[in-house]
């Protein structure tokens, strides 16, 4: 099973932000954390369910990568970022890290 696009909206388990999904959507744009749900991209199977810290950045080409490390059992996840995350945040945090890729 590959990708499945999940429309949800959801509220932020970090800092309280209510989120309109849109079917990628899988962080908060405003404070950049996600939640352990998936195995794979939108199969909401993970049984951790624990918070996903954005540790740091990537540049990609033209793209911004968050990795992604979650509190509860350690596992790692790349996303892309989207033009509505707060990048300025993330610049910061990975530079007060000096994570910066």
């Not at 079917?23 to 049984?47: F, M, Q």
């Not at 059992?73 to 007060?96: E, R, V």
Request: proline share 3%; with cysteine.
């Amino acid at each position: 099973m590959g990708f499945v696009k999940r429309v949800e909206n959801f509220k932020c388990e970090k800092c309280g932000q209510e989120i309109k999904g849109n079917g990628y959507t899988n962080h908060c744009p405003v404070c950049l954390w996600s939640k352990h749900t998936d195995i794979k991209p939108g199969d909401r199977k993970a049984d951790c369910l624990g918070l996903m810290e954005p540790i740091e950045i990537l540049s990609k080409k033209q793209d911004f990568h968050l990795i992604h490390k979650c509190l509860k059992c350690g596992l790692k996840k790349t996303n892309i970022m989207s033009g509505s995350d707060n990048i300025d945040l993330a610049l910061n945090n990975a530079k007060n890290r000096n994570r910066f890729g």
